[in-house]
């Protein structure tokens, strides 16, 4: 009963240095998406994927990278990380059946800390 | 573009009083979902409810109820008899497609702190 999953759970880098954070879902949903969290803002949105091979754009994906080469993983990477990228990183992923997608499942979060 | 608004940043109860956490939104589509996340301090987003815009009849889930107001634009939480396991950051969001691009956008969240 995994749900959805996040590796890694914590992370510091420093400025320049690039990661990738991995998303991995057992539960067959089409729809994956990558959120930040930061004080005061709520959650928002980064990318987001409508099926294996497809990725779009959210709120805020500058100096972010995804990919989704198979349906149950949705990758996020940053290449040359910045402070301004210190946050907490959320996925979820949904299902749309009949034509409603169902709530979004999430993660337990990546906790991001760039120096 | 969609909104969510919720005006509340902290709020502060002692335990067994009753709660009432705003939500304002934004839309233009007249399709359209609302959700309520909690994140206790433990980090993680627990769904609580999604409403549709075509369903405005109230709902009571224990303690918890939603009020849905189409004509306001508004989507309150009310937590009854509030418990410490309550404290949390509480989200409202809004989801404008049901298709292939649906995507919650989300209010800035309310701190609750319910003291024993």
């Known amino acids: 009963n995994a749900g959805v999953t996040q590796t890694p759970k914590f992370r510091v880098l420093k400025t320049g240095q690039s990661m990738t954070l991995l998303c991995a879902q057992d539960?067959?949903?089409?729809?994956m998406y990558w959120y930040r969290q930061d004080p005061g803002m709520g959650l928002r949105l980064i990318h987001y994927?409508?099926?294996?091979?497809?990725?779009a754009k959210g709120e805020v994906p500058d100096g972010y990278n995804v990919s989704r080469l198979k349906k149950q993983n949705f990758l996020l990477g940053l290449e040359s990380a910045a402070p301004s990228q210190t946050s907490v990183y959320f996925c979820a992923s949904s299902s749309l059946r009949t034509g409603r997608t169902s709530p979004l499942h999430f993660g337990n979060g990546t906790r991001l800390t760039v120096t | 573009a969609q909104k969510v608004t919720q005006a509340q940043t902290e709020i502060s109860v002692v335990e067994k009083e009753d709660v009432t956490l705003d939500c304002v939104y934004e839309t233009r589509d007249t399709t359209y979902y609302l959700f309520w996340y909690k994140q206790p301090p433990s980090g993680e987003l627990v769904f609580l409810i999604r409403?549709?815009?075509?369903?405005?009849q109230n709902e009571i889930s224990g303690r918890y109820s939603w009020n849905f107001q189409k004509s306001t634009s508004s989507f309150n939480f009310t937590i009854t008899a509030s418990q410490v396991v309550d404290s949390a950051v509480y989200f409202c969001?809004?989801?404008?497609?049901?298709?292939?691009?649906?995507?919650?956008?989300f209010g800035k969240g309310i701190t609750l702190s319910v003291r024993p």
């Open positions: 969001a809004l989801s404008e497609e049901a298709g292939a691009n649906s995507k919650l956008t």
């Open positions: 994927s409508v099926g294996e091979g497809t990725t």
């Open positions: 539960m067959n949903h089409e729809y």
């Open positions: 409403r549709n815009s075509f369903d405005e």
